[in-house]
């Protein structure tokens, strides 16, 4: 005979199914969960990657901005030899500081020389890797290239072509901290005091390729004002209608102001360790260059002299003791020399 289970029996096996089903429900949320969890997480860590991507990005172009500015300020030594030689080359060939490389223009990573001639006013390009015939660099890696744009004032071009006498002897007319005058590059609409622009390109936007590197394309790489062949640029734009979640301008634009060129020019020409004439004394508060360079030598400190017709030179058309100098820069008489 049969008997009934106890009710409190099918309440047990109730209980445990239940329990059961709770557990199965509480594994799965918890897999459910980690796959969101991690997918979330690993959305983070490529946002991460990519944000710190960009950082590093643009803090190389800061690095160039800073070789750039070493690079002006080192011309004497970078070009003080001839090409692929350790021969120094005679003092009235040596170029003076304050002179800028021209760009890559052709995607190939090395500076395109000569440029600037036929009286533009600004050149533009790729910033070059390297100085090919020079120990250096402005770009650590090759593939980096095409991401890191300038332009820059043609009268501040190392190898413009309105400026040198012929394809040996440079002629480096004057060039100091009040020659030129002004500019012809804007910034944001400044219209004065900029010497170079420099831009990271960022991500390519929809639709573009940033491939071959060269300025047939720029419009892959810059945005808008940048990208028009003048010299206005922008280091911001707000869009009041972009398309989807792609930016039409996402350039990152610096300058090389003429303040700060002249602060890195004066502080080597005006360089002042000498002392007085009793032994002990302190720096007499006059450049060095005042007396170590005789105001006769044919040396980029002194003043750019000059006898003939030959535009668009500017020299003063006198001589001293008989001889031209085609490289002086003016700093003797800009700093005052006693």
Not at 229 to 238: L, Q, R
Request: charged share 20%.
């Amino acid at each position: 005979m049969n008997k009934s289970l106890p009710i409190s029996v099918f309440k047990s096996k109730n209980r445990k199914q239940q329990s059961g089903f709770i557990v199965l429900l509480g594994m799965l949320a918890l897999v459910l969960g980690a796959a969101v969890w991690f997918g979330g997480v690993n959305n983070i860590r490529s946002e991460s990657i990519e944000i710190v991507q960009q950082n590093e990005n643009t803090r190389e172009l800061q690095r160039i901005k800073e070789r750039m500015l070493a690079y002006a300020v080192f011309q004497p030594e970078i070009f003080g030899t001839d090409s692929s030689s350790t021969v120094k080359r005679s003092q009235e060939e040596i170029p003076g500081p304050g002179y800028f490389p021209c760009p890559d223009t052709d995607g190939n990573g090395n500076s395109n020389a000569p440029c600037g001639g036929g009286g533009v006013t600004f050149v533009s390009g790729l910033v070059p890797e390297s100085i090919s015939s020079r120990s250096f660099t402005f770009i650590d890696r090759h593939q980096k290239i095409g991401l890191y744009w300038y332009a820059v004032d043609a009268r501040f071009l190392t190898q413009n072509s309105d400026y040198y006498y012929d394809s040996v002897n440079r002629r480096f007319v004057p060039l100091n901290r009040n020659s030129p005058a002004t500019g012809s590059l804007t910034l944001d609409g400044r219209t004065d005091n900029i010497v170079m622009v420099l831009i990271y390109s960022g991500d390519p936007v929809k639709g573009r390729s940033q491939s071959s590197p060269s300025l047939a394309n720029i419009g892959n790489f810059l945005e808008l004002e940048n990208a028009d062949g003048d010299a206005e640029f922008i280091s911001y734009y707000a869009d009041p209608n972009p398309v989807g979640n792609d930016p039409k301008f996402n350039d990152f634009v610096i300058p090389i102001t003429r303040t700060e060129w002249n602060a890195a020019l004066l502080s080597r020409v005006s360089k002042d360790l000498m002392t007085g004439t009793a032994v002990g004394t302190a720096p007499d508060n006059i450049p060095d260059l005042c007396s170590t360079v005789s105001a006769t030598d044919l040396h980029w400190f002194n003043d750019c002299l000059y006898v003939g017709n030959i535009p668009p030179f500017t020299c003063t058309d006198n001589t001293v003791n008989g001889a031209q100098n085609l490289y002086g820069q003016g700093w003797r008489t800009e700093l005052g020399c006693p």
